[in-house]
Nanobody
Framework: QVQLVESGGDLVQPGGSLRLSCSAS????????MAWYRQAPGKEREWVADITNGGNTNYLDSVKGRFTISRDFAKNTVYLQMNSLKLEDTAVYTC???????????????WGLGTQVIVSS
């Protein structure tokens, strides 16, 4: 019913920039909040940033000042602008959305499959 598709991952050098996108599609009634997570090889998935229905944002301390999360309400899309990338930013980045379906009022979390970001010299 719902599909989240990320894009924008690439191989970049330290100090470079990328913009990730995640678009939701399907029988969506409303998207409340959206977030980005990442999982590096051999590590647990960690939360990176989120943006609420009202536009408030929160960030992981290690990315604060370098990453910016934003959303396009009309397009059901969330973005993650990543600047000054570091080696430790290497991970699969996955988006999550809190979505209410048209078929029922209860909203739940949906996940994309992720997009690979590799920061390497």
């Amino acid at each position: 019913q719902v599909q989240l598709v990320e894009s924008g991952g690439d191989l970049v050098q330290p100090g470079g920039s990328l913009r990730l996108s995640c678009s939701a599609s399907g029988s969506i009634f409303h998207i409340y909040g959206m977030a980005w997570y990442r999982q590096a090889p051999g590590k647990e998935r960690e939360w990176v940033a989120d943006i609420t229905n009202g536009g408030n944002t929160n960030y992981l301390d290690s990315v604060k000042g370098r990453f910016t999360i934003s959303r396009d309400f009309a397009k059901n899309t969330v973005y993650l602008q990543m600047n000054s990338l570091k080696l430790e930013d290497t991970a699969v980045y996955t988006c999550r959305a809190d979505i209410a379906l048209k078929s029922h009022a209860i909203h739940d979390y949906y996940w994309g499959l992720g997009t690979q970001v590799i920061v390497s010299s």
